[in-house]
């Protein structure tokens, strides 16, 4: 009892130690998303295990840094901690991006077999790449627009490409859009300039499964567009398949970037396969011959705006319903099991209407029976015995039998 109370103890004081999650990204409260996932980049890196192998102390900046981020990253789990506090936001149940790069062979193999039983695996870039783009070394290939590209990229690695809009291209709208035939996982990223060389990750898109391809794509179009994140759903149909239904549109979020300026951008192609490389085709496209696509993109993402409103008080609405419904489901059977015992209980006493109680009635019945059978066979003894085998005469046996034979006639 004791060393319970003492580990409950130090939890307590674990949770008083809590840093608030803006002090720990060093952001302000009405910070953006990108400029909170920036800081955070930033400090993962900085203190990333794979860095700090052997300072512990760093080791427990990283925990901090990423528990802060999976809540302020969330809108949700970030408008519950302003409202409430820590005490509003389930720990236990917190996400954590995983490094492929640094969970070993072994811990990898159980990944990707939770990942092929449908279990939502969020994965994160390899720390070592983006150590390496922060410090630009890595090779860039240029990409002109309107042009296709196809080749393989391996696991944990990525392709990077410089892309060159013009103020007429940018102000029609850029596209960057990557598929894999052959369904592999992939991330689209989209690097700021950080420095005179280094590059800084901006944006990340996952692909997703679209049709017979794996798809992702990035649309700087001049107005807000939206990404879907689908690991919510994942996890809420597991629990329940109506939660998953309300929550389908609650990883709709707004892209942090709507547009580029004239100038080079850079781009990668991520390879987030558990263990084999990624074939993939990109390509950059201008907007500027798609401008019904632009409009018909802003009008149906706008009618999934609404609809997210109106799912949210359908759902009060059909919650009420449905435990009304339950409710009367479990009332129908209790009535319907009443009916069936009043109704046995009203047989019961119809069958009791009888001279003879039918437990007596059937007793005596067996009694005469089986004195009837007494008697018949005491009367019936001498007549019907069979005889013994004393009184049965004796047969013959055929070797037993005397042959005679006539002399007189030949054999």
Request: with cysteine.
């Amino acid at each position: 009892m004791p060393k319970a109370e003492k580990n409950g103890g130090g939890q307590e004081a674990k949770k008083m130690l809590r840093r608030d999650p803006y002090e720990v990204l060093a952001v302000s409260r009405n910070s953006t998303d990108q400029e909170i996932k920036t800081a955070y980049r930033k400090l993962a890196l900085k203190y990333h295990p794979d860095k700090n192998a052997n300072d512990p102390k760093a080791a427990d900046i990283f925990k901090e840094v990423t528990f802060s981020y999976n809540i302020l990253s969330d809108p949700d789990k970030r408008r519950q901690f302003d409202t409430a506090g820590f005490e509003a936001v389930e720990s236990d149940n917190q996400e954590l991006e995983l490094d492929l790069s640094s969970l070993g062979a072994f811990n990898t193999i159980f990944a990707a077999l939770f990942s092929k039983l449908g279990v939502p695996i969020k994965t994160t870039v390899s720390t070592s790449v983006l150590e390496e783009a922060l410090s630009g070394a890595v090779p860039i290939r240029p990409l002109p627009l309107g042009q296709t590209v196809s080749r393989k990229v391996e696991k944990q690695s990525a392709h990077f490409y410089s892309v060159t809009v013009t103020e007429t291209e940018a102000e029609a709208g850029i596209v960057c859009r990557v598929q894999s035939s052959d369904k592999s996982k992939f991330k689209l990223l989209y690097f700021d300039k950080e420095g005179s060389t280094g590059l800084s990750l901006a944006l990340q898109e996952d692909c997703t499964k679209t049709g017979k391809v794996t798809a992702a794509g990035m649309y700087f179009l001049g107005f807000p567009t939206y990404r879907l994140d689908q690991t919510l759903n994942s996890m809420a149909a597991a629990k329940d398949p109506d939660t998953a239904f309300f929550k389908k549109l609650d990883g709709f979020h707004p892209c942090e970037i709507t547009e580029l300026k004239a100038g080079t951008h850079v781009f990668a192609v991520y390879g987030d396969n558990f263990f084999k490389s990624v074939n993939y085709s990109m390509e950059v496209l201008c907007a500027a011959p798609f401008s019904e696509e632009k409009e018909k993109l802003r009008a149906v993402e706008a009618q999934i705006l609404s609809k997210r409103v109106d799912i949210s008080k359908f759902e009060s609405e059909y919650r009420e319903v449905l435990a009304q419904f339950t409710e009367m489901t479990s009332r129908y059977a209790q009535e319907m099991q009443s009916i069936d015992k009043l109704l046995k209980q009203r047989s019961d006493i119809h069958s009791s209407y009888r001279v003879d109680p039918p437990m007596k009635r059937s007793a005596s019945r067996s009694k005469s029976s089986k004195g009837a059978s007494k008697q018949g066979g005491e009367d019936g003894h001498g007549r019907d015995k069979k005889p013994s085998t004393r009184d049965r005469p004796k047969k013959k046996k055929w070797f037993k039998i005397h042959l005679k034979a006539d002399k007189r006639k030949p054999c």
